[in-house]
């Protein structure tokens, strides 16, 4: 006796086969939607690191170029050459650490704050412009997979 293994996608049973095919497609679908988003703001032409480390500096504030590695899973290095590449465009700046005189911090400058927000702002622009385009149920039906997927993305 075979056993197949069932899941439900769109209120019908699938084999397990048609559910690996369903994850793919899905997996695909926020990729590119994801790469749709980043292309709003490519103006503001910042690498993934960039954005990442000047994101991490807007909600944390002033860290050493170690924290900042050590928060982005990266050498010390590498870290190193992305906050020359940040400041070098007047995006972060350093400033002497307070309690250590052999540190400095990164802060993000008032110009990268400014370049953070708008970049938010052409992303969210975009994709509010792309959801008008759905009908209302579409639209409903969207922004209830968005709760699901953060619950999925809970820790």
Do not use: C
């Not at 439900?8 to 084999?15: D, F, M, S, V």
């Not at 700046?93 to 990164?106: A, F, L, M, S, Y």
């Not at 702002?121 to 209830?144: C, N, V």
Request: aromatic content about 4%; charged content about 25%.
């Amino acid at each position: 006796m075979q056993v197949y293994l069932l899941f439900l996608y769109h209120g019908i049973a699938l084999p397990r086969k048609n559910i690996e095919t369903a994850v793919l497609d899905f997996t695909q679908a926020i990729g590119l939607l994801i790469r749709r988003v980043r292309a709003a703001a490519a103006s503001h032409e910042l690498s993934l690191s960039e954005s990442a480390v000047m994101a991490r500096l807007d909600r944390e504030g002033p860290a050493t170029i170690a924290e900042l590695a050590r928060s982005e899973s990266v050498r010390p290095q590498s870290m190193g050459a992305t906050v020359v590449a940040l400041e070098e465009r007047g995006l972060v700046e350093r400033n002497p650490h307070p309690t250590d005189g052999r540190q400095v911090n990164i802060v993000l400058t008032a110009k990268g704050s400014a370049v953070r927000k708008s970049a938010g702002e052409a992303k969210r622009t975009w994709l509010a412009a792309a959801i008008s385009q759905l009908d209302e149920e579409e639209q409903q039906i969207l922004f209830r997979a968005g709760e699901i997927i953060r619950r999925l993305a809970k820790p």
